[in-house]
């Protein structure tokens, strides 16, 4: 015997959050900016033309809110200032120090 059976619609796609949602962004001095993903004992930290680059969570931090994350070609701490919304990027090639705002 055979059963013929309507097949259920498919269920509709699960609404995309927006790909910017939960990132935080800083401006800062050299005319750079970035945005920051955090994760699990890592950032991702993308610069735009400068690219994109995966740190991951280092000793260091002179305060608890202070964070500090590093790679071989970039170190990034976070936390800094009064209100705990400046961050420094420490670039090794070529050598560039930023300072930058979380806006």
């Not at 680059?53 to 260091?60: F, I, S």
């Not at 961050?87 to 050598?95: G, K, N």
């Given at each position: 015997m ?28 050299h ?7 955090h994760?699990?004992d ?24 202070q ?32 300072h930058?705002?979380?806006?």
């Amino acid at each position: 015997m055979l059963c013929a059976c309507a097949a259920a619609p498919p269920a509709p796609a699960p609404a995309t959050a927006n790909p910017g949602a939960g990132l935080a962004r800083y401006r800062c001095d050299h005319d750079i900016a970035f945005t920051v993903r955090h994760g699990t004992d890592s950032v991702t930290i993308d610069a735009g033309p400068r690219g994109r680059e995966v740190l991951l969570r280092d000793a260091g931090g002179v305060t608890p809110q202070q964070t500090v994350y590093s790679s071989t070609g970039l170190k990034a701490e976070f936390g800094l200032g009064g209100a705990g919304n400046e961050a420094v990027l420490r670039y090794a090639q070529p050598p560039l120090v930023a300072h930058c705002v979380r806006e």
